[in-house]
Each structure stands twice: as structure tokens, then as C-alpha cells.
């Protein structure tokens, strides 16, 4: 019986927690703090609803190290003017194992973000003539490994023989 009632106040107590949790959070903040709230939210928050989809040809490919946006970017030359597209961070995500070059036609799946005051395409879906390269996933999480016409290949591949 003593368990019983314990639980009961134990639930009451944990739902009360719960419903004012938000209220708390919903409140003003007093002035002169700093609240989280306050802060804008970051534009990143990856929604395959919002993609889009963009063709053209590569105008240049370079690994950025600095900026919030490192990794590989491509500059992407379409009828409305120069997208700079995100491929991702990962070491197995250059133009050498996508096989880009300058020049070469692209299609690109993504969704539009601001990062520094620039607009850049945050690509998840990368086709080329002969291949299509799942670059993120649909929350928007870089791939570790590029897939590929079905295969996949991890970041770190190495090359085995005789099994």
C-alpha cells in the first residue's frame, strides 16, 4: 500500500513537471538576461518538404576549411545564376571519388540555407549523367560514406583480396 502511494505522488509530481515545463519556457524573460530564446534559431534544420532541385554545370569544386560550412562545395552554374551547392565533410566526398570536373552537368537535390549572410545549397541527392550520389540523409545528416549505383562506400574503404 505504501508503494502505491508513493507511486501516485511519484506521477503526480512527474506530470506537473511536464505541463509546467512549457509554461516556464513560454514566460518573458526579465530584463538584462540572456535567454536562449532570444537567440535566433539556426536556418539549417534540414526539411526534404523544402527542397529543391537544381541542373546545371560545375563551375568550380574546392575544399573549404574555414567558415561553419567546411567540406567540399561546388560552384553550380544554372539558368538563374551561380549556386554555391555543399557536398558534405566527409574525406570520401572530393571530386575524385565523385569523378566532378569543371565543366561536367550536374543535377542537385537539396535545401537552400543561410550560412554567413550566403545562400548555400545543402546537397542530399547528386546525379550526373552516369551516376547518383546520396551525399545526406532526409534529416539532412552528411553521409559518412558516398552511396553509389546501390554501393556503398565507407569513408575509410580499404581493399581486400582472396575472401
Given at each position: 500500500m505504501r508503494y502505491r502511494l508513493f507511486d501516485a505522488i511519484f506521477l503526480a509530481g512527474l506530470?506537473?513537471?511536464?505541463?509546467s515545463a512549457p509554461l516556464a519556457s513560454a514566460q518573458a524573460p526579465t530584463a538584462g538576461a540572456v535567454s536562449a530564446v532570444s537567440r535566433p534559431l539556426p536556418e539549417r534544420t534540414y526539411r526534404v518538404a523544402k527542397e529543391i532541385k537544381i541542373q546545371g554545370t560545375i563551375q568550380s569544386i574546392e575544399q573549404s576549411s574555414s567558415g561553419e560550412l567546411?567540406?567540399?562545395?561546388?560552384?553550380?552554374?544554372t539558368a538563374q545564376g551561380t549556386v554555391n551547392a555543399h557536398?558534405?565533410?566527409?574525406?570520401?566526398?572530393?571530386?575524385?571519388t565523385l569523378d566532378l570536373s569543371t565543366g561536367d552537368a550536374v543535377e542537385i537535390t537539396g535545401m537552400m540555407a543561410k550560412e554567413g549572410g550566403s545562400s548555400?545549397?545543402?546537397?542530399?541527392?547528386?546525379?550526373?549523367p552516369d551516376r547518383i550520389?546520396?551525399?545526406?540523409s532526409e534529416q539532412g545528416v552528411p553521409i559518412l560514406g558516398v552511396v553509389s549505383r546501390g554501393n556503398f562506400i565507407p569513408a575509410k574503404a580499404t581493399m581486400k583480396g582472396g575472401n
Open positions: 506530470a506537473t513537471a511536464f505541463v567546411r567540406g567540399m562545395h561546388a560552384q553550380i552554374v557536398l558534405g565533410v566527409s574525406p570520401n566526398v572530393n571530386a575524385k548555400v545549397l545543402l546537397a542530399r541527392i547528386l546525379t550526373t550520389f546520396i551525399l545526406r
